[in-house]
């Protein structure tokens, strides 16, 4: 029973189009976030959302547009898909301050722009 | 031994030594911290927190020191293992209305039998 699940695992799109990543948690956490790894392993925050309200958006451009439908579920879409847009994005959620030190990820969703 | 370079640093350990992974923060006010550890293929996964107030925190077969003075944190893996092999990042909190952690750039361990 996966706490933090991603959709798709692997996504391999040409430059230009436009892909979405879903993300849903059963753990019934407030917060969910989207972090970037690069091909260096370095993670990086994007957004965070908490009880569907933006709260940490990062500079991120606006080509990511994260969506919440509700507490349970944070989908990222990405229009005009870029080379450097390949990485592994990682959904992630946690419950409010003091304890948002521990986050549970996702297995992660693998994107290669060609 | 530890090599930092273009590419992520690595440290080689024979089994059941003992392994010190250590991590710099960038932020005097941060003070809450976190050791993650990604295995492959997987995401990051929490091994042990430590806040400003504590310099030590113990878990099962790994310990974090925290010196605050420098901005240093340090995770102790005891009697390590093959199944310790992995990248491990620590993070810190930043404070700001909501906390979002920021995590350093990773070190893979390798264990060697």
């Known amino acids: 029973d996966t706490a933090v699940s991603q959709t798709p695992k692997y996504l391999v799109t040409q430059m230009g189009n436009d892909k979405s990543i879903k993300c849903e948690q059963n753990?019934?956490?407030?917060?969910m976030y989207w972090y970037k790894q690069d091909s260096k392993k370095f993670l990086k925050i994007m957004f965070s959302?908490?009880?569907?309200?933006?709260?940490i958006n990062e500079t991120v451009p606006n080509r990511f547009s994260p969506k919440s439908p509700d507490k349970a579920h944070l989908n990222l879409h990405i229009n005009s898909l870029e080379l450097g847009d390949s990485a592994v994005y990682f959904c992630a959620s946690s419950q409010p301050s003091p304890n948002t030190g521990e986050l549970f990820f996702g297995e992660g969703s693998r994107l290669t722009v060609l | 031994g530890e090599s930092v370079g273009l590419h992520l640093p690595t440290l080689s350990v024979q089994e059941g030594d003992n392994s010190i992974i250590n991590c710099a923060y960038s932020n005097s006010a941060s003070d809450y911290f976190i050791w993650y550890k990604q295995e492959s293929g997987k995401g990051p996964q929490f091994i042990i927190d430590i806040r400003s107030n504590m310099d030590k925190r113990q878990g099962q077969r790994v310990t974090v020191l925290l010196n605050k003075t420098v901005k240093h944190l340090s995770l102790q893996i005891a009697a390590t293992q093959p199944g310790d092999s992995a990248v491990y990042f620590c993070?810190?909190?930043?404070?700001?209305?909501?906390?979002?952690?920021?995590f350093g750039a990773g070190t893979r361990l390798a264990v060697h039998p």
């Open positions: 993070a810190e909190e930043v404070s700001g209305g909501y906390n979002k952690l920021i």
């Open positions: 959302y908490n009880n569907k309200e933006l709260i």
């Open positions: 753990l019934g956490h407030d917060t």
